[in-house]
T-cell receptor, first 114, second 112 residues
């Protein structure tokens, strides 16, 4: 059961902002939105997460819509090293039946070009 | 250093020869999980464990077994590997109240 929907691919010019969308229209009230990225065939790496407020860290910003049905990961100044597959997942942060099953799907292949 | 360690990183084996891919984490995480990644199919969950002696099936558990006898270890067992289990495998762990997953570097398995 896909819980998130992402475009299969996007591209972005180096130095420009990359905005990666994710649809999670069936998100539950206790589920957070998490973003990961995978460079080549390395293990996915955590980027950021949020519940309902916008979040920012040294890697990216996360904008979650007011109804929480979608979000956007923003890489403010994309570099060539940001070329990767980006995954958006939803997951609760408390014990419960949905904590274990996680759906990563195919993610979005972001290509940053010079 | 906090890490998830998988072994072996690369393995070529033959159909039917039992093998185990080990996964160990040093972060005292309760949750551990295995994924396989195939071209065009993304990451698919095989099994997960919420704590010691507690395991459950993910999306693609057929042909695999797991065990969680100790908190730090979560081995993936292929009792009788077949060519369709040729894949890139990832182990991941997290605390139950933190949520962020830490992934291993992957194990590339080829079954001939």
């Amino acid at each position: 059961d896909a819980k998130t929907t992402q475009p299969p691919s996007m591209d972005c010019a180096e130095g420009r902002a990359a905005n990666l969308p994710c649809n999670h229209s069936t998100i539950s009230g206790n589920e957070y939105v998490y973003w990961y990225r995978q460079i080549h065939s390395q293990g996915p790496q955590y980027i950021i997460h949020g519940l309902k407020n916008n979040e920012t860290n040294e890697m990216a910003s996360l904008i979650i819509t007011e109804d929480r049905k979608s979000s956007t990961l923003i890489l403010p100044h994309a570099t060539l090293r940001d070329t990767a597959v980006y995954y958006c997942i939803v997951r609760p942060r408390e014990r419960g039946s949905t904590l274990g099953r996680l759906y990563f799907g195919r993610g979005t292949q972001l290509t940053v070009w010079p | 250093e906090a890490q998830v360690t998988q072994n072996p990183r690369y393995l070529i084996t033959v159909t039917g020869k039992k093998l185990t891919v080990t996964c160990s984490q040093n972060m005292n995480h309760e949750y551990m999980s295995w994924y396989r990644q195939d071209p065009g199919l993304g990451l698919r969950q095989i099994y997960y464990s919420m704590n010691v002696e507690v395991t459950d099936k993910g999306d693609v558990p057929e042909g695999y077994k797991v065990s969680r006898k100790e908190k730090r270890n979560f081995p993936l067992i292929l009792e009788s590997p077949s060519p369709n289990q040729t894949s890139l495998y990832f182990c991941a762990s997290s605390g139950l109240n933190t949520g962020e997953l830490f992934f291993g570097e992957g194990s590339r398995l080829t079954v001939l």
